[in-house]
């Protein structure tokens, strides 16, 4: 699972671990014992134990309850946001312009709720200059992803007049997709 959907809590021994993402999949039960069934929160423990990271049953329970089940939820969220704004505009988001859309709208409602008064000035800078890179990612995937539309239109277009696979590929490479 990605860093984008799940931070890393920063006194979480598991969030904090090589072995997260392993753990991640045997708590939501994508990853099966060898034997097929579910692992159990006694067997992880001691899968992870044997591999150098010591916790306990009430640590996996903690990180599954505070940690994963949240990230799950904001990425089924993102999912149900992304749905929605391609059925309201009819156009289909890629998954990474849907999440900076979505980083955008959390950013400006940071700063919106932020009690400016209380800040000091590196503060006020830092809370700016991070809504201006959200913003600027969102405008680098909007480009981005209009380049991709134009070079597919114009890809098509020269196939069906006939040009070669040398000036396709050429045009491919203008756009900057190869």
Not at 57 to 76: E, T
Request: hydrophobic content about 40%; some cysteine.
């Amino acid at each position: 699972m990605s860093d984008l959907f799940y931070p890393r809590e920063p006194r979480c021994k598991i969030c904090n671990s090589p072995l997260r993402d392993e753990i991640d999949q045997m708590l939501l039960g994508n990853e099966l014992t060898p034997d097929g069934r579910r692992w159990r929160m006694e067997e992880i423990a001691a899968w992870a134990q044997q591999r150098g990271l010591e916790t306990s049953i009430a640590a996996l329970s903690r990180h599954k309850n505070n940690h994963l089940h949240p990230a799950m939820q904001a990425a089924l969220e993102t999912e149900r946001m992304v749905e929605a704004i391609s059925q309201a505009t009819g156009r289909k988001l890629s998954v990474a312009r849907a999440y900076a859309n979505a980083v955008l709208a959390k950013t400006l409602r940071v700063l919106d709720d932020l009690d400016w008064q209380s800040l000091d000035d590196n503060q006020r800078l830092r809370a700016i200059d991070r809504g201006l890179r959200a913003g600027e990612v969102l405008s680098r995937l909007e480009r981005a992803d209009v380049r991709l539309e134009v070079a597919a239109k114009v890809e098509a277009t020269l196939s069906e007049a006939g040009a070669s696979a040398e000036i396709i590929r050429r045009v491919r490479e203008v756009y900057g997709l190869d």
